[in-house]
């Protein structure tokens, strides 16, 4: 059974930094493009990152550039998004997710989320 | 960046209805959109891919048609279970992707 489970959300206050991870088990990890996907609190959807099998790729979302960085560790079968700088927009609860297929695709596979949080 | 835009905002209707939700790309991204599903409190669940590919599992009466521009969802008998919000998302570039504003089906 695919699993995603996110950790390392919580309180932060604005300006600092937080380091989410998550946590793979039930395919093989190292074969599929891998996303952050964020939902503001009563908001919609919002891609915010997307890192390519080998890592050699990643892309992000305006609005996070130069800010956040998305990495991986396949020997650890897991996800990381380094978020610096924080704003009280990047409220939000944060998911992991995979895509369908080896190629970067629709997401047919999310954790359950976790909360971050930006405030003083 | 592509920018996707749902309408309605919010839907509603009634057990056994036939439901379309429409989403508009402010740019041709061939058939390179999915459909998802989202309840409160859950992650989203893929319902199409493509445009009018159905995930494995999800049941027959979503439908997904369109191209370029301009794509439905459409839910062919409303079913309680289904009473959620719907956001498109578009994939033609992987370097940014984006999701529609999402909209809420209620119960009438």
């Known amino acids: 059974e695919v699993q995603l489970v996110e950790s390392g959300g919580t309180l932060v206050q604005p300006g600092g930094s937080l380091r989410l991870s998550c946590a793979a088990s039930?395919?093989?990890?190292?074969?599929?493009?891998m996303s952050w996907v964020r939902q503001a609190p009563g908001k919609g959807l919002e891609w915010v990152a997307n890192?390519?099998?080998?890592?050699?790729?990643?892309y992000y979302v305006d609005s996070v550039k130069g800010r956040f960085t998305i990495s991986r560790d396949n020997a650890k079968n897991s996800l990381y998004l380094q978020m610096n700088s924080l704003r009280a927009e990047d409220t939000a609860v944060y998911y992991c997710a995979r895509s369908r297929l080896f190629v970067p695709t629709p997401f047919c596979y999310w954790g359950q989320g976790t909360l971050v949080t930006v405030s003083s | 960046d592509i920018q996707m835009t749902q309408s309605p905002s919010t839907l509603s209707a009634s057990v056994r209805d036939r439901v379309t939700i429409t989403c508009r790309a402010s740019q041709s991204i061939s058939s390179w959109l999915a459909w998802y599903q989202q309840k409160p409190g859950k992650a989203p669940k893929l319902l199409i891919y493509?445009?009018?590919s159905l995930e494995s599992g999800v049941p027959s009466r979503f439908s997904g048609s369109g191209s370029g521009t301009e794509f439905t969802l459409t839910i062919s008998s409303l079913q309680p279970d289904d009473f959620a919000t719907y956001y498109c998302q578009q994939y033609n570039s992987y370097s940014a992707w984006t999701f529609g504003q999402g909209t809420k089906v209620e119960i009438k």
């Open positions: 493509k445009a009018s």
């Open positions: 890192i390519k099998q080998d890592g050699s790729e990643r």
């Open positions: 039930g395919f093989t990890f190292s074969s599929y493009w």
